[in-house]
């Protein structure tokens, strides 16, 4: 017995030891671009279901038993996945080189999010621009990003130099601008502060339209654009360098004559980031020189201000198992200078200088308390001053005076003080919560703010997420609101609904209320120069809203050649108590901000992408409705006009790279409707009459070329606006707003040209 019993031991000991013999080793090293090696890729071996993680230093290794033809796969976060078949006889050294994914239809988001979120989980419908779109436009600000996207205008202030959005028929004051979820301070109603983001610190943007007041309060009722900024990666340091330089039409010039400017645009960044283990560094400093652009203008004026500008950043981060803090301060110096002409008889010119000095503090961090309890928490300080500097140039002794005249010296100060900390609990697996508290403090003061105000907000809010089974998720949410000048409702409410319909189609349906205290700016601040008439109100009502949106996707089946997703979107928002412009009664000269009883917008946008090999290409078309708030329902009858008029948009973005070069070509178009009007006049009798008004259409188009070189340089070149639009024709008669004029509207200086070179040198750990 004892002996049957060790042949069998020493057979099944033997066959065990075949099997560890006939074992089959793969290896090798995962990298990315410039021979960086990629932590925590996942390589796979298709058939036989087994996988491994790279190590730091890129190593991956796997052990087999079988024999054969396989295919092994291999993929990381942000890389495209590369697949390979091999033919496994032996032990086998295999390396692989990550390419940067050009798109992935389901990007990761965290705006509004519980925690960061898939777009196909999200039940809010996000619009994501990647860092590899913001790169290929070779943009220099955030409103050459945001161009040619659907539901966005622009219109610019040519005497301040000075740019403000609309999105979805919405003015900019009703969209919630964020950096890294900290809201930007404008000083005036324009959204000025997207000319002022250093755009080499962008990962990515992430658009949510429609009104978000639960989850970010006021100044959210058309949507949030959140600038979410570069994240130092794991266990490497990395420098950063760039230099582009641009014409601004025709005109270029890179040396500087005295007490003049540079022609053309001229921008250069320097950065890096370093992680070691728990703590991480990051730095930049940018430099942007817009020499201005003549235009129509004469002698020493400029259509286009010359503008200046100097952007930094310093972050210092922790990391630990259980969370995170991190430190981070955005700087801005900017100068924008009107040149005025020289006056022949005392041959003396008049220049003005608007100074922009911005300090944004913020810290941040996140706590896992437990498994099914979390905490993040935000701190902010934002001081902002704008300085108006005016004087006299006598070019007769070369020498410079400060000029005296009223209101031409002066400085307004703005700061907001802001705190937010929000939870999130699971309560069970279908129900999870997110209780938070939020205190705002806004003040101003200066020569042209009416005293010393200051607004005090605070919040108390709670929303959750049920999911009634995999297929539909609810949720609602709740923000109560106390404002120390205004009477909040007592209760602000949101409802988001995603429903899967099947493995390719979503539906999304949501309701918001609106909520929107006058800003300080809106009450308080009164600007009068030689180009502007405007006065502050301080008896305001606050803006009040309801907002319906529904939006249905189609993503193409996994596994298909081309990768593909439709979204189709439909909008209606109701606006009570809306700011605008309106004339002063008591002086018709002066433009003073008054409330509009109803605004109504009305809408719908399909948005198609698609991602095939090397090419990818976004397609899209929207079609807006604004409500004409200048006649009553009663006046509507008797003039029997439309209620609503509408306008179209088209665009498309293409991308493709040529897989032998890695050459990049991108195209970017977008076609915007002309922008119908009511013109409310009273005949010679008195009587009410409407005229039609309207800002012609136009198309806009840029063409770019990058070519990655060794060493990690990478070139790039274009043509922007190669349509050459300038001015848009404009059929009014008189300025509808305090920053209006008639006739035609200045929209662009003409076609440019651009090269630039970028530099990234990476640690190969």
Known sequence: MKYRIGLGVLFWLGIGLNAI????????????????PVEGASVVLVAQKKGALTNKQGIYQLKVAKSGSEIIKVSYVGFGTVEKKISLQGNTNLDFKLEPAIQTLNEVVVTGQYEPQSIKNSVFQVRVIDRARIEQRAATNLLGILNNELGFRFS??????????????????????????????????TRESLNQIDINTIERIEIVEGPMSVNYGTDALAGVINIITKKPSHNQWSLFAKAQEETVSNEYKLSKKQDAVRQGAHNQSIGGMWQNGTLN??????????????????????????????LGHVKLGLTKTKGSIYYRNDFLHETITSFGNVNINTQQARDQKFITDRMMHQLQGELRISERLSMNALAAY???????????????????????GQGEQDVARFDNKMVRTTFQYRWTKAISLQPGFEVNIDNASGARIAGSPKINDYAFFVSSVISLDSSIQIRPGLRFIQNSVYDAPPVIPSINTKMKLNTNWDLRLAYARGFRSPALRELYFNFFDASHSIKGNPDLKAEESDSFNGSITYFSPKHTTVNWKSVLTGFYNDFRNLISYGTDPSDPSVSRTINIDRFKTLGTTLENTAVWQNLRATVGFSYIGRYNQLLSDEEYKTLTMPKFLW?????????????????????????????PAYQAETDSNGALKA???????????????????????????????????TRLNNSGTAGTAGHSTSGPLPMSYGRSYFVGLTYNLTSKN
Do not use: C
């Not at 704008?386 to 005296?404: C, E, F, P």
């Open 691 to 725: 005229s039609l008004t309207e800002v012609a259409a136009y198309h806009w188009a840029d063409f770019t070329l990058t070519q990655k070189l060794p060493a990690g340089l990478q070139a790039s070149a274009g043509i922007k606006n190669l349509l050459n639009v």
């Open 156 to 189: 610019n202030d040519m005497a301040l130099g000075t740019t403000d959005i609309q999105l979805m028929g919405m003015a900019g004051r009703n969209v919630k601008i964020l950096l890294d979820g900290v809201p930007m301070l404008d000083r005036g109603d």
């Open 281 to 310: 560094v990051s730095a930049g400093l940018s430099s942007n020189n817009f020499g201005g652009w003549q235009g129509n203008s004469t002698g020493r004026s400029k259509e286009w201000l010359p503008k200046e500008q100097v």
């Open 382 to 404: 934002t001081d902002y001053q704008r300085k108006t500097q005016t004087s006299i140039l006598d070019l007769n002794t070369g020498k410079r005076t400060l000029s005296l």
């Open 21 to 36: 013999a006939q074992q089959i080793e793969i290896k090798g090293k995962v990298t990315a671009l410039g021979g960086t």
């Open 647 to 675: 306008s179209p948009e088209v665009n498309a973005n293409i991308m493709y790279t040529l897989p032998q070069s890695k050459t990049t070509l991108g195209l970017f178009y977008k076609y915007t409707g002309k922008r």
